[in-house]
């Protein structure tokens, strides 16, 4: 069982279908912050495994690679407090 975010219109509406999970990814990609970004990553993740194949996952790829250099560079700047 997947850990993974789990939108709550999926609940309602049931899983997207390829279009919708690429618009949806997309869409993440466009909108994402930097205080958002951890959220949003783990929700694109789990989209991106839910497509059926390789062409779905190409197209999905710009916008996940850009994502991950986002999250990359938002994290980078934080430091750990020392104890």
């Known amino acids: 069982m997947s850990k ?9 509406q ?4 390829p279009a919708d999970a690429l618009a949806d990814i997309r869409r993440i990609y466009f909108k994402t912050s930097r205080q958002t970004i951890e959220h949003d990553f783990a929700h694109a993740i789990e ?6 194949g390789e062409e779905e996952r190409q ?3 710009v916008y996940m690679e850009g994502l991950a250099e986002m999250r990359k560079e938002w994290s980078g700047g934080r430091k750990k407090p020392r104890r």
């Not at 049931?14 to 279908?17: F, L, S």
């Not at 989209?47 to 059926?52: E, R």
């Open 4 to 12: 993974g975010f789990v939108p709550l219109k999926s609940l309602q």
């Open 14 to 17: 049931g899983a997207p279908g």
């Open 47 to 52: 989209l991106l495994m839910s497509l059926p």
């Open 59 to 61: 197209k999905a790829h």
